[in-house]
T-cell receptor, first 114, second 109 residues
Framework: IAGITQAPTSQILAAGRRMTLRCTQD?????MYWYRQDLGLGLRLIHY???????GKGEVPDGYSVSRANTDDFPLTLASAVPSQTSVYFC?????????????FGEGSRLTVL | GQNIDQPTEMTATEGAIVQINCTYQ??????LFWYQQHAGEAPTFLSY??LDGLEEKGRFSSFLSRSKGYSYLLLKELQMKDSASYLC??????????WGAGTKLIIKP
């Protein structure tokens, strides 16, 4: 049982470089999310997708882009990385139902931008 | 603005009971969640409250008062493995989750 798989687990990146964080789920969930988690702050939503083919901006979208070509994959791209994007990134999914809407998280990608 | 407040850190003793509080001010309310996050790991779902009252699930219980904008997570018979951060999150009127910064719970023998 895989659930949600993120890659890479960790990465050190030079400022100005382009980086794509990969996220794949095998639960056939409609909704997927990208969050960043920084010390002392709550999880902050970067982008989301309610269903394949659609995406939306979250609380902190600047400098990030996403695509949702199919149900399973939801990559996050940093076009030109900056040090303030150093963070732990979590991909999550849910079935999109409004009874609980429990989120299932990947194990996270720790990104350091120098 | 929208805000979720919870204590930064709490310490408790193995075998005891601890209550972690969460207060919120959000644009609308469509449910409150508690997640557990061990250091270096992903958050995992613990509980969901949408109506006032207490929801019990084994050693963990979660309480909600919508009129007071208040919730707590109660952990009984604490075990060392309960050492983790506990995240409170509220789903607002747009069905977006607003997250607190988390409460780091330290369990001592």
């Amino acid at each position: 049982i895989a659930g949600i798989t993120q890659a890479p687990t960790s990465q050190i990146l030079a400022a100005g470089r382009r980086m794509t964080l990969r996220c794949t789920q095998d639960m056939r969930h409609n909704a997927m999310y990208w969050y960043r988690q920084d010390l002392g702050l709550g999880l902050r939503l970067i982008h989301y997708s309610n269903t394949a083919g659609t995406t939306g901006k979250g609380e902190v979208p600047d400098g990030y882009s996403v695509s949702r070509a199919n149900t399973d994959d939801f990559p996050l791209t940093l076009a030109s990385a900056v040090p303030s994007q150093t963070s732990v990134y979590f991909c999550a999914s849910s079935d999109g139902g409004f009874d609980t809407g429990e989120l299932f998280f990947g194990e996270g990608s720790r990104l350091t931008v120098l | 603005g929208q805000n979720i407040d919870q204590p930064t850190e709490m310490t408790a003793t193995e075998g005891a009971i601890v209550q972690i509080n969460c207060t919120y001010q959000t644009s609308g309310f469509n449910g409150l969640f508690w997640y557990q996050q061990h250091a270096g790991e992903a958050p995992t779902f613990l509980s969901y409250n949408v109506l006032d009252g207490l929801e019990e699930k084994g050693r963990f219980s979660s309480f909600l008062s919508r009129s007071k904008g208040y919730s707590y997570l109660l952990l009984k018979e604490l075990q060392m493995k309960d050492s983790a951060s506990y995240l409170c999150a509220v789903r607002d009127s747009n069905y977006q989750l607003i997250w607190g910064a988390g409460t780091k719970l330290i369990i001592k023998p």
